[in-house]
T-cell receptor, first 115, second 115 residues
Framework: AQSVTQLDSHVSVSEGTPVLLRCNYS??????LFWYVQHPNKGLQLLLK??????LVKGINGFEAEFKKSETSFHLTKPSAHMSDAAEYFC?????????????FGTGTRLTIIP | DAGVIQSPRHEVTEMGQEVTLRCKPI?????LFWYRQTMMRGLELLIY????????DSGMPEDRFSAKMPNASFSTLKIQPSEPRDSAVYFC?????????????FGEGSWLTVV
């Protein structure tokens, strides 16, 4: 079984300040973890992924996430927020299951950037 | 690569009409997913194909919904008859099975409004 919890449904930060979007997961086996971003009226775009290699993963647009097995967390961070970062962010987990892998999505975190 | 291609991008139809959504996965990918996104329920997996075979259709809401994948480069999601509660964004996604985890790529979505 697998699940993912995004701890904040809405985060607001000022432009130029750090961003932290929190994600906790549970998985029976070694999971793969992803962050996707969805801008208004757009599809989902992959930001970054963790697949059992380096625990600190760098993605596009200056985002990064750290896989912490002991805390079952995969929080998304960015040192300095930009107005264009305003979007919905989804944390996703997938567990190996012999060809029957399914993604489990978090409920999403809406990021608002204050000018 | 052109990415996952969905059509139509927007559709407005009357209740009772048949709706067909189309998807072309990324060339070489062997897994295809159909998702539905609504404000109330977030992202829901409707059906998952692997090598053109439906693996898990437990998310298909009811008999009005059907999905096919006649070949590796094309899939359809059909709603017949459509109802207003089917109004949502329908996303198609594809991936390639490989050790170490998959990356799932999403299309831009089909915005369906049933009036």
């Amino acid at each position: 079984a697998q699940s993912v919890t995004q701890l904040d449904s809405h985060v607001s930060v000022s432009e130029g300040t750090p961003v932290l979007l929190r994600c906790n997961y549970s998985s029976s086996y070694s999971p793969s973890l992803f962050w996707y971003v969805q801008h208004p009226n757009k599809g989902l775009q992959l930001l970054l992924k963790y697949t059992s290699a380096a625990t600190l993963v760098k993605g596009i647009n200056g985002f990064e996430a750290e896989f912490k097995k002991s805390e079952t967390s995969f929080h998304l961070t960015k040192p300095s927020a930009h107005m264009s970062d305003a979007a919905e962010y989804f944390c996703v987990v997938i567990t190996p299951n012999f060809g029957n892998e399914k993604l489990t999505f978090g409920t999403g975190t809406r990021l608002t950037i204050i000018p | 690569d052109a990415g996952v291609i969905q059509s139509p991008r927007h559709e407005v139809t009357e209740m009772g009409q048949e709706v067909t959504l189309r998807c072309k996965p990324i060339s070489g990918h062997n897994s295809l997913f159909w998702y539905r996104q609504t404000m109330m329920r977030g992202l829901e997996l409707l059906i998952y194909f692997n090598n053109n075979v439906p693996i898990d259709d437990s998310g298909m809401p009811e008999d009005r919904f059907s999905a096919k994948m006649p070949n590796a480069s094309f899939s359809t999601l059909k709603i017949q008859p459509s109802e207003p509660r089917d109004s949502a964004v329908y996303f198609c996604a594809s991936s390639f099975d490989r050790p170490g985890g998959n990356t799932i790529y999403f299309g831009e979505g089909s915005w369906l409004t049933v009036v």
